[in-house]
């Protein structure tokens, strides 16, 4: 099976996962893929395949006799889709000989160019998209269907390897994805998640992490009657945002750039609420970010009186290149694979996190490859087959590797 036609399966079953749910998974739906791929893998020829009570898919292919003192890899890639764009009902769509202009989707949405000049060099190619009215779920259910496809080839066509681990994890989209994952047991010595973006894509730095929750306590009157009395939260939400700087926000930055996303406003005069989250590559600049808020906070409660404004700041997760850098052979191993394949790696930091980053601290030190998707989560989602074909073939390849 080739991995487009995997991906078309997976794309079917809605696994949105859910940042306000304290369960795990954050929702039972993941569920419903988790076993579907345990079948797969089943049916594939996989060891040891089984889902826990938390929705971790876990299985390995043995060592080919006389390779059994090879590294054993991992290969992993999540089963949720983001919450940021509706994930049920997908309807996926193939544009064959793609002719590299604009493609308006059936509710009208326009893939422009302008918007997204790469769609040039995908002109020829087949491109699957969404019908305009979901995200497409390409991330990370390619990095799953390209994961499966390699190990379906490994097995099928005989190719000499060392012990290859595969694991699907949930939640991955609301920062919790690795939180369970059984390292120990998984049985890797190292790994890679495939879960970025174009073909040729290799990432081993990632962003720090914060997140902020903030509750401001307004004092709400009658209009006609507040002056000096009214404190209205929803103001006080809008000068604090005012009070970060401008440029540093997501849409003003890029490379080792980080920044202040505002992520949710709500409220009216009496209580509003506000959710950011911080992200620098520098940990002493994520630092910075965090001061600047909590300087925020105390000059607010000095104004407006102790208990307006109060800021929780949590710790999401961290860069991994501290964890990756000590074993380089693993970027080494997969620039080798891409130009054997005459791919142009593209090393670039990950301007957000994966389940790697946290694996990384956990002792399992795993870079990220990508799954030739672009715009992912929105209806401006899509990737093409060719792409596919080439991330699966980069993972055969580095387990080639990893065998010699």
Same mark, same amino acid.
């Given at each position: 099976m080739k991995a487009y036609e995997r991906l078309l399966k997976y794309v079917k079953v809605y696994t949105m996962s859910d940042p306000k749910s304290e369960i795990v998974p954050s929702t039972m739906r993941q569920f419903d893929l988790a076993h579907m791929l345990v079948e797969e893998m089943k049916a594939l020829g996989l060891k040891d395949v089984r889902v826990d009570d938390k929705c971790y898919v876990y299985g390995y292919i043995p060592a080919t006799e006389g390779y059994e003192d090879r590294k054993s890899i991992g290969l992993i890639a999540h089963l949720d889709t983001a919450p940021a764009a509706p994930g049920e009902n997908v309807n996926p769509q193939i544009v064959e000989n793609y002719n590299g202009e604009d493609i308006t989707l059936l509710n009208g949405t326009v893939i422009s160019v302008s918007k997204f000049p790469h769609l040039k060099e995908l002109k020829g190619r087949t491109l699957i998209t969404t019908d305009g009215n979901t995200l497409l779920g390409a991330d990370d259910k390619a990095g799953i *269907? %390209?994961?499966l496809t390699a190990c379906e080839r490994i097995i099928n066509e005989n190719i000499p390897h060392g012990k290859i681990c595969v694991g699907f994890t949930p939640d991955e989209e609301v920062g919790r994805g690795a939180a369970h994952f059984d390292v120990k047991n998984f049985g890797a010595d190292f790994a890679y998640t495939i879960d970025g973006g174009?073909?040729? !894509?290799i990432s081993y730095e990632n962003f720090n992490a914060s997140a *902020? %929750?903030?509750e401001i306590h307004g004092v709400s009157v009658h209009p006609g009657s507040a002056k000096n009395t009214m404190i209205n939260a929803v103001n006080v939400g809008i000068e604090?945002?005012?009070?970060?700087? !401008?440029? !540093?926000?997501?849409e003003h930055t890029e490379g080792? %750039?980080?920044? #202040? #996303?505002? %992520?949710?406003?709500?409220? =009216?005069? /009496? #209580?509003a609420k506000m959710s950011y989250i911080l992200r /620098?590559? /520098? =940990? =002493? &600049?994520? !630092?910075a970010k965090k001061a600047t808020l909590l300087l925020a906070e105390k000059l607010l409660n000095e104004k407006y009186g102790e208990g307006t404004v109060k800021i929780t700041i949590s710790d999401q997760y961290k860069n991994m290149a501290e964890h990756v850098k000590p074993c380089m052979h693993l970027i080494d191993n997969a620039i080798a694979a891409m130009k054997a394949l005459n791919v142009t790696p593209i090393i670039e930091p990950i301007r957000g996190g994966t389940d790697g980053a946290t694996l990384s601290y956990m002792g399992l030190p795993c870079p990220n490859l990508g799954t030739g998707g672009f715009a992912y989560h929105g209806e401006y989602e899509h990737i093409t087959v060719e792409g596919m074909d080439i991330c699966? /073939?980069?993972?055969?390849?580095?387990? &080639?590797?990893y065998a010699k």
């Open positions: *269907a %390209e994961i174009m073909e040729g !894509e *902020a %929750e903030i604090l945002n005012g009070m970060l700087p !401008e440029g !540093e926000k997501p080792y %750039e980080g920044f #202040y #996303y505002l %992520e949710s406003f709500s409220g =009216n005069t /009496d #209580y /620098d590559h /520098d =940990n =002493n &600049k994520l !630092e699966t /073939d980069i993972i055969v390849e580095i387990l &080639k590797n």
